[in-house]
């Protein structure tokens, strides 16, 4: 892995946004890589191969950049901050290696899955290194503050593991079962990059509890329009084939609110059509054509544009600030992305 920009931050549309986003951030995304590839070394070659997979395929650092900016925002200036940021991006590879484990997942990011290459057992007790290694990089900084916010994020994210496989195949879940599962998995990571960027930052309480709020509110609609994508996206674009959540058995937001307002008619078809053992792409386009006839995609795009507008609104405690721009144009990033 280099120290270059990672591949697939922005989509070709929206290009003044994309512009506006990337002179701004080039560098600390540069700052990152680094720091990533420095940190993936190992005395046991075995990790550092499959880190390095998994860290190389193209990911969007959010969570560190994240970080790095909110710290920024509430005064810092030094540059030891991608040292500690970077602990969010190898938390977060260690979800999706055993994310990938647990769903036999097939591709990753455009390319072979870690799990497909080099089995299940060792990809797992990689995904274990790095989180033993986040936590690790972290107690470095002394600070019980930043360790307890991190603590709690990573206890929540591993409960939203278990509810999400509870809830598998389950097409009884309702939408606050479904928010209350991604708010653990994707949500929290997120709004503690952002608070602990506050309280690394020497942050007031008030600007620390904004911070997590926007960072909350930005990654409910993250994987609000993740789950979209699932139906509207391209393979190419989004480095996994559509529809994986369908074949995995996993009831998103846009299928939720179909079975929820269709007719008796309408939702025992699509049950049949999800139930089986295999879901054919015909049979997928079948199930994508009822959902979106119902106005599930847009039902799910709606709630994300008002988890981001709560988002920008917890920025309202920050006066004018470049940063507080790059954050409000991530915000409205989430909304428009493709990948």
Same mark, same amino acid.
């Given at each position: 892995?280099?120290?270059?920009?990672?591949?697939?931050?922005?989509?070709?549309?929206?290009?003044?946004?994309?512009?506006?986003?990337?002179?701004? !951030?080039?560098?600390?995304?540069?700052?990152?890589?680094?720091?990533?590839?420095?940190?993936?070394?190992?005395?046991?070659?075995?990790?550092?191969?499959?880190?390095?997979?998994?860290?190389?395929?193209?990911?969007?650092?959010?969570?560190?950049? /994240?970080?790095?900016?909110?710290? #920024? @925002?509430?005064?810092?200036?030094?540059?030891?901050?991608?040292? /500690?940021?970077?602990?969010?991006?190898?938390? %977060?590879?260690?979800? +999706?290696?055993?994310?990938?484990?647990?769903?036999?997942?097939?591709? #990753?990011?455009?390319?072979?899955?870690?799990?497909?290459?080099?089995?299940?057992?060792?990809?797992? +007790?990689?995904?274990?290194?790095?989180?033993?290694?986040?936590?690790?990089?972290?107690?470095?900084?002394?600070?019980?503050?930043?360790?307890?916010?991190?603590?709690?994020?990573?206890?929540?994210?591993?409960?939203?593991?278990? =509810?999400?496989?509870? %809830?598998?195949?389950?097409?009884? !879940? $309702?939408?606050?079962?479904? /928010?209350?599962?991604?708010?653990?998995?994707?949500?929290? @990571?997120?709004?503690?990059?952002?608070?602990?960027?506050?309280?690394?930052?020497?942050?007031?309480?008030?600007?620390?509890?904004?911070?997590?709020?926007?960072?909350?509110?930005?990654?409910?609609?993250?994987?609000?329009?993740? $789950?979209?994508? $699932?139906?509207?996206?391209? &393979?190419?674009? =989004?480095?996994?084939?559509?529809?994986?959540?369908?074949?995995?058995?996993?009831?998103?937001?846009? /299928?939720?609110?179909?079975?929820?307002?269709?007719?008796?008619?309408?939702?025992?078809?699509?049950?049949?059509?999800?139930?089986?053992?295999?879901?054919?792409?015909?049979?997928? %386009?079948?199930?994508?054509? #009822?959902?979106?006839?119902?106005?599930? !995609?847009?039902?799910?795009?709606? +709630?994300?544009?008002?988890?981001?507008?709560?988002?920008?609104?917890?920025? #309202?405690?920050?006066? *004018?600030?470049?940063?507080?721009?790059? *954050? =409000?144009? *991530?915000?409205?990033? &989430?909304?428009?992305?493709?990948?």
């Amino acid at each position: 892995m280099n120290s270059s920009i990672p591949t697939g931050f922005f989509t070709q549309s929206h290009e003044n946004l994309k512009e506006r986003i990337y002179t701004r !951030i080039r560098q600390d995304l540069q700052r990152i890589e680094a720091e990533i590839d420095r940190n993936l070394s190992s005395s046991v070659p075995f990790i550092s191969i499959v880190g390095r997979h998994i860290m190389g395929s193209g990911g969007k650092r959010l969570r560190p950049l /994240l970080m790095i900016l909110s710290a #920024r @925002l509430c005064g810092y200036q030094g540059n030891h901050d991608a040292a /500690l940021a970077i602990v969010f991006e190898f938390l %977060h590879a260690s979800s +999706l290696l055993h994310d990938d484990v647990v769903d036999n997942a097939e591709f #990753r990011r455009n390319q072979p899955a870690a799990n497909t290459l080099w089995g299940n057992p060792g990809v797992v +007790l990689v995904g274990d290194f790095l989180y033993s290694k986040s936590i690790l990089m972290t107690v470095g900084y002394n600070d019980i503050r930043i360790l307890q916010a991190l603590s709690e994020a990573t206890t929540k994210m591993a409960e939203g593991e278990v =509810l999400q496989l509870i %809830h598998a195949d389950n097409l009884e !879940i $309702d939408e606050q079962e479904y /928010l209350e599962v991604i708010t653990r998995k994707t949500a929290v @990571l997120i709004s503690a990059a952002c608070q602990i960027g506050a309280i690394f930052g020497g942050g007031k309480p008030d600007q620390e509890r904004a911070l997590g709020a926007y960072g909350f509110n930005l990654g409910i609609a993250f994987q609000l329009i993740d $789950d979209t994508l $699932d139906y509207t996206g391209d &393979v190419n674009e =989004l480095g996994k084939p559509v529809g994986n959540d369908i074949q995995q058995g996993k009831a998103t937001l846009p /299928l939720i609110y179909a079975l929820r307002n269709g007719n008796a008619a309408e939702k025992k078809k699509l049950k049949e059509l999800f139930s089986a053992d295999q879901i054919p792409s015909e049979r997928f %386009h079948e199930i994508r054509e #009822r959902v979106t006839r119902s106005g599930g !995609i847009a039902y799910a795009r709606e +709630l994300a544009s008002s988890y981001v507008q709560s988002a920008k609104e917890a920025l #309202r405690i920050f006066p *004018l600030h470049p940063t507080k721009e790059i *954050l =409000l144009d *991530l915000a409205d990033y &989430v909304i428009c992305r493709r990948t």
